[in-house]
């Protein structure tokens, strides 16, 4: 009787630790996954920050349209522009001064 006993015991614990086993796999692979796609956002932040803090500082942003745009941008005082008016694949601006 007591082999029995001690038999299905045993049978008993390698079950549960089995089970134990699958669920803990199952956890590491899951915090794994996380962690990867963490990690790549992480690293996309990392890109969208340093292009947004190099591009778009107005410094930059004045450089560029001297080496880039040399004649081709205009600047306009916001508080005189009236409509911005898209026209056959063209950006129309009305102010104040051109009615």
Do not use: G
Not at 46 to 67: A, G, I, T, W
């Amino acid at each position: 009787m007591k082999k029995i006993l001690l038999s299905f015991l045993v049978f008993i614990l390698l079950i549960v630790t089995t089970f134990t086993k699958n669920a803990t796999k199952e956890l590491e692979k899951n915090i794994f996954i996380t962690k990867e796609n963490i990690r790549e956002l992480k690293n996309k932040y990392d890109l969208v920050l340093l292009d947004y803090n190099y591009l778009s500082s107005p410094k930059r942003l004045v450089k560029f349209q001297e080496e880039l745009f040399d004649d081709q941008l205009y600047s306009f005082d916001l508080e005189n522009l009236q409509k911005i008016i898209f026209f056959n694949n063209k950006v129309l601006f009305q102010t104040n001064k051109i009615k």
